[in-house]
């Protein structure tokens, strides 16, 4: 049997009754440009140029009035002087994730909205993995239920086959469907069913303890380590610790979880959540070790 992680369940029912799920979660772009204020100024810049690509679009509809034109205009510019101050404030830092950005506004732009799309389903995952958490029974009990579960049915298939003249089974039997004939119970069906049913939980008891897809904890380790990976496609810092350089990506996280739901998000000190990320990392690469 496999180490226990907490709750799990087969992959077969979570991609049945969890696929479609959604955690419907979305910040605006304010939101996204307070996170990335406390993070890198690579993303900041990013963020602002999407942000200053968005307010370009609304500027030249066709359909705005004089006045309303005159207000994203005004809003065009400060997110382009934002854009322009971003850049500058990276090209001066010595730090990895702040080299020079040459890029053109416009991929700056597209690199802003992939990351938002790309982080946002991270965050939405981790909502609809810890409500699932919460709500599935530790692993001991779903296949403790499984265990009696089969062993009733197949204490049911032998009963039904344990010797007895023909005759009087026949009769037995004939007597037990006709009083349960408002079920329409055939004992002969059923007790094909139940072996069935005896097969079939041993195999679910051991699947539940193969493909652990329910774990507690998973649901944050898996948003850490993604998150984290995400981070550094784009070449942001990714080290995680409360002080230095490497603060940066514990920071961000802190920033994010500002903008969670109560019940999925972690308010702690950056050294209570320093650790609980660097845990997250360490079991994500115990369990790829297993």
Not at 244 to 263: I, N, Q, R, W, Y
Request: with cysteine; glycine share 6%.
């Amino acid at each position: 049997m496999g180490k226990k992680h907490g709750p799990r369940q087969p992959k077969a029912l979570s991609s049945a009754v969890f696929r479609v799920e959604s955690g419907g979660w979305s910040v605006s772009a304010a939101d996204w440009a307070e996170i990335a204020t406390a993070c890198q100024p690579k993303l900041r810049a990013m963020l602002s140029a999407a942000h200053s690509e968005a307010e370009k679009a609304l500027e030249t509809a066709a359909d705005s009035a004089p006045m309303e034109r005159g207000k994203r205009a005004l809003a065009a510019k400060r997110a382009k002087a934002e854009y322009a101050s971003a850049v500058a404030q990276a090209a001066k830092s010595n730090r990895n994730d702040a080299s020079p950005l040459t890029g053109k506004i416009e991929s700056d732009a597209a690199a802003g909205r992939d990351f938002i799309e790309r982080a946002t389903k991270i965050v939405n995952d981790l909502i609809v993995e810890a409500r699932r958490e919460r709500t599935t029974p530790r692993a001991d009990s779903t296949t403790e239920w499984l265990e009696g579960l089969g062993k009733a049915a197949a204490t049911f298939h032998a009963a039904y086959h344990a010797p007895l003249s023909p005759a009087a089974k026949s009769m037995a039997r004939a007597d037990v469907e006709r009083l349960t004939r408002d079920a329409a119970i055939r004992l002969a069906d059923l007790a094909t069913a139940c072996l069935r049913v005896a097969q079939a939980t041993k195999k679910a008891a051991s699947e539940l303890e193969v493909e652990p897809e329910l774990e507690g904890g998973a649901a944050w380790r898996r948003f850490v380590v993604r998150l984290r990976s995400l981070c550094g496609a784009f070449g942001l810092r990714t080290g995680i610790s409360s002080t230095g350089d490497d603060a940066v990506f514990v920071m961000f996280v802190a920033a994010l979880m500002s903008k969670l739901p109560p019940e999925v998000a972690r308010s702690s000190s950056p050294e209570a959540l320093a650790k609980a990320m660097q845990r997250a990392v360490a079991d994500q690469r115990e369990i790829e070790r297993e």
